[in-house]
Structures are given as C-alpha cells and as structure tokens.
C-alpha cells in the first residue's frame, strides 16, 4: 500500500527557517514525481512545488526563491527547505504523489499534512 | 496564472439528490483539470482526472465532463459521506492552480 508520512512541521519565528520531510513506502519512490500542496487554516489548495523523477523542480511565484525542493531516493523521502519564512506561510503542508515520472500529472495520493506555523 | 472559479460557493442537498459543481478556468485547459475531495481534517482524495476519469476506487456515481474553460463534477444520487468540500485543479499550466472550492453541503 501506498504510505506518505510527512514530518518536520512546527511553530517558527517570521525570517527562520524549517525543512520538511516526506517518508515515502509501498511503491519505487525513485520512478514517480512528487509534490507539495499547502492549505492555510480554513482556507483552499495552494499547490507549492513539484520535482520530477528526473529532477526537474517547479515552484509557486510565491516561494521561488524561498523554498526548495528536493528528493533522496536513497532514503524514499521528499524534502522541502523553506527559508525566510513569512506569517502567510502558516498553513498544513501535505505531501503528494504524482502517478508516473513526469511532474506534468495529477496528484493521485496524498499524506496527511504536517501544519507549519509562523509567527510574528 | 490561470485563474479557476466554481460555482457555487455552497450546495445544500439532501441525499439522494442531484449535485452538480462547476469549474470555470479563465483560459482554455483543454481537458487537464481534475476534481478533489476533501472532508474535515483529512487529506484531499483525487476523484476525477483529466475532465472526465474517474480515479481508482472512486464510485460510478461521481462523473466529470467538459473541456477547454468550463467543466462540470456530478454526483448522481448524494450518498451521507458525500458532504464535504471540492476542489478543482489545472495541471495545463505551471504554476498549477486549485479553485477555492465548493462545500456540499446536507439541507
């Protein structure tokens, strides 16, 4: 079965920094893109960032520059490094999986979310 | 940034009712949208893919269609677990986009 656990979420100060984890099982990490979506409290979607399972990474105009994604398919965990981190990035961080290698796809499963925290 | 608007906001229905969820995009998507669903504390759950297919496990009774700028989620007969709220996304374009959202909800 398909398993996403996402880890390193907590309460930071406006500026800092956090990186998040995605513990990924059930499947052959390496072979399949993956991404983050976030949803602020009480609020909709936004998509975050993407890596392909080539690589290639994708970004939101409102982390480029900020926030990076990356991926250890040795460890079948995805990461995102997010830096100077501001108030409007509070929100539950989920992590999901794409269906094939190609960051192009739709997010066909996803984690439970782990809820980052800025304050001011 | 492709900009994608349901309506309407909020549904009231009672099960065994007919829902029917727009999604309007403000530029041809062709047909790459998809319709999520998400209930009270939990993750979303991909339902639709690609306008008009249905995901794995997902009930004959959920239906897509539409193509190009406007498209359309149907639930044929509202079951009890269907109340929740849905969201559709564009994977034309990067950067990805999800609507707000609309919440089903029980009259």
């Known amino acids: 079965e398909v398993h996403l656990v996402e880890s390193g979420g907590g309460l930071v100060q406006r500026g800092g920094s956090l990186r998040l984890s995605c513990a990924a099982s059930?499947?052959?990490?390496?072979?399949?893109?993956m991404s983050w979506v976030r949803q602020a409290p009480g609020k909709g979607l936004e998509w975050v960032s993407a890596?392909?399972?080539?690589?290639?990474?994708y970004y939101a105009d409102s982390v480029q520059g900020r926030f990076t994604i990356s991926r250890d398919n040795s460890k079948n965990t995805l990461y995102l490094q997010m830096n100077s981190l501001r108030a409007e990035d509070t929100a539950i961080y989920y992590c999901?999986?794409?269906?094939?290698?190609?960051?192009?796809?739709?997010?066909?499963?996803w984690g439970q979310g782990t809820l980052v925290t800025v304050s001011s | 940034e492709i900009v994608l608007t349901q309506s309407p906001a909020t549904l009231s229905l009672s099960p065994g009712e007919r829902a029917t969820l727009s999604c309007r995009a403000s530029?041809?998507?062709?047909?790459?949208l998809a319709w999520y669903q998400q209930k009270p504390g939990q993750a979303p759950r991909l339902l639709i893919y690609?306008?008009?297919n249905r995901a794995t496990g997902i009930p004959a009774r959920f239906s897509g269609s539409g193509s190009g700028t406007d498209f359309t989620l149907t639930i044929s007969s509202l079951e009890p677990e269907d109340f929740a709220v849905y969201y559709c996304?564009?994977?034309?374009?990067?950067?990805?986009?999800f609507g707000q959202g609309t919440r089903l909800e029980i009259k």
């Open positions: 999901a999986k794409l269906p094939g290698e190609s960051a192009y796809g739709w997010y066909s499963v």
């Open positions: 059930g499947f052959t990490f390496s072979s399949y893109a």
């Open positions: 890596i392909g399972g080539s690589g290639d990474t």
């Open positions: 530029q041809s998507v062709t047909s790459y």
């Open positions: 690609d306008a008009s």
């Open positions: 996304q564009q994977r034309s374009n990067w950067p990805r986009t």
